[in-house]
């Protein structure tokens, strides 16, 4: 079945640049989307079709897509950043998520 | 304002049924491509189903043939049918629309 991979967690000090690797075999004919998700609440869209940045999202947080491999980057990374990060996309037989980035700032 | 407001969720026993609801407002279900994702307890995001403006459904390998996802175009909310529960579905379930999610609603299969 398809997956997609992301490392499990991300370490980075506040006003640093935190980036979040999504791989997959279907991302250079698909979209990649991105969620950001904070304790106890319901995930929330940074990022779209690659690169596309929903409104009221900071302009820090932009994302690229190559090959077989999504990015999402986080320039100058705040404390309330700190939270898990997923990737998205589609294949022929639906959906799917990458596992999940914990990104701690501190 | 897009708001997606799930229910329906609870304890129910394995081998049970329940039906999850997703009251929409704000746009049009019927119009977008809407889904179910749920997250186990502690767990990453797993998504479930998706049904398309067009009406094709599609299924993850987990629930194909137990769960059915379908929506009411007059009440402009989405569905999820799940017979044949097992404790390895106990988990938050989010319907979504690409750009909002809803709060979720628990659902805990346990005897």
């Known amino acids: 079945s398809y997956e997609l991979t992301q490392p499990p967690s991300v370490s980075v000090s506040p006003g640093q640049t935190a980036r979040i690797t999504c791989s997959g075999d279907?991302?250079?004919?698909?979209?990649a989307y991105w969620y950001q998700q904070k304790s106890g609440q319901a995930p929330v869209l940074v990022i779209y079709e690659d690169s596309k940045r929903p409104s009221g999202i900071p302009e820090r947080f932009s994302g690229s897509s190559s090959g077989t491999m999504a990015t999402l980057t986080i320039s100058g990374a705040q404390v309330e950043d700190e939270a898990d990060y997923y990737c998205y996309s589609t294949d022929s037989s639906g959906s799917h998520f990458g596992g999940g980035t914990k990104l701690t700032v501190l | 304002e897009v708001q997606l407001v799930e229910s329906g969720g609870g304890l129910v026993q394995p081998g049970g049924s329940l039906r999850l609801s997703c009251a929409a407002s704000g746009f049009t279900v019927s119009s977008n491509y809407m889904s179910w994702v749920r997250q186990a307890p502690g767990k990453g995001l797993e998504w479930v189903s998706v049904?398309?403006?067009?009406?094709?459904?599609y299924y993850a390998d987990s629930v194909k043939g137990r769960f059915t996802i379908s929506r009411d175009n007059s009440k402009n909310t989405l569905y999820l049918q799940m017979n044949s529960l097992r404790v390895e579905d106990t988990a938050v379930y989010y319907c979504?629309?690409?750009?909002?999610w809803g709060q979720g609603t628990l659902v805990t299969v346990s005897s």
């Open positions: 979504a629309r690409i750009d909002y």
């Open positions: 049904i398309y403006s067009g009406g094709s459904t």
């Open positions: 279907a991302l250079p004919k698909k979209y």
